[in-house]
T-cell receptor, first 116, second 111 residues
Framework: GAVVSQHPSRVICKSGTSVKIECRSL??????MFWYRQFPKQSLMLMAT?????????EQGVEKDKFLINHASLTLSTLTVTSAHPEDSSFYIC????????????FGNGTRLTVT | QKEVEQNSGPLSVPEGAIASLNCTYS??????FFWYRQYSGKSPELIMF????GDKEDGRFTAQLNKASQYVSLLIRDSQPSDSATYLC???????????FGAGTRLFVKA
């Protein structure tokens, strides 16, 4: 149980374009989803917390107008990287919480974004 | 002081040995503690979680928690080369607070 599906797994885009990443909880309802970014050989950096039906809460230093998050249902959250630049190239990972707010996070398989 | 601290390693152990991974945290209000394994280029995978002081065993893995010392550890018995990965310690305070991750410890198990 507690499967989180993330799509696409890899994407290459040109500078200035936008990319949408989907995160779905397949066998549970996720009231809260989290988006992380990880640069090579660095730890996970939380970008934002997404609650179903409300605006996402962004971490300090993360541009909310650049990283658009939508959490329209209990099983789907999307992250759109707008006007992507090469420095946005990274590994983006979503995660979701099952029942309780201190339960383990379950991660999607991640999306490797390369901006050329 | 970082909220969750781990030795970055690499920690190198021979195959069959016990690997001991350590983590300290700063928030005394923390209630939930997790260990994740992350292979290069992959997303983290949950190994263990522990909520109460003491030991929790699952197969070759044992998580140990000492809230008084703000210390949590992961023991891997009979280490295998396939255990070579980065191990992330994570802590959650509950009550809607976010999960905080350490920077991870790289483990290398030599065949």
């Amino acid at each position: 149980g507690a499967v989180v599906s993330q799509h696409p797994s890899r994407v290459i885009c040109k500078s200035g374009t936008s990319v949408k990443i989907e995160c779905r909880s397949l066998d549970f309802q996720a009231t809260t989803m989290f988006w992380y970014r990880q640069f090579p050989k660095q730890s996970l950096m939380l970008m934002a917390t997404s609650n179903e039906g409300s605006k996402a809460t962004y971490e300090q230093g993360v541009e909310k107008d650049k990283f658009l998050i939508n959490h329209a249902s209990l099983t789907l959250s999307t992250l759109t990287v707008t006007s992507a630049h090469p420095e946005d190239s990274s590994f983006y990972i979503c995660s979701a919480i099952t029942l309780f707010d201190n339960s383990p996070l379950h991660f999607g398989n991640g999306t490797r974004l390369t901006v050329t | 002081q970082k909220e969750v601290e781990q030795n970055s390693g690499p920690l190198s152990v021979p195959e069959g040995a016990i690997a001991s991974l350590n983590c300290t945290y700063s928030d005394r209000g923390s209630q939930s503690f997790f260990w994740y394994r992350q292979y290069s280029g992959k997303s983290p995978e949950l190994i263990m979680f522990i909520y109460s002081n003491g030991d929790k065993e699952d197969g070759r893995f044992t998580a140990q928690l000492n809230k008084a010392s703000q210390y949590v550890s992961l023991l891997i018995r009979d280490s295998q080369p396939s255990d070579s990965a980065t191990y992330l310690c994570a802590v959650n305070r509950g009550g809607g607070f976010k999960t905080i991750f350490g920077a991870g410890t790289r483990l290398f198990v030599k065949a």
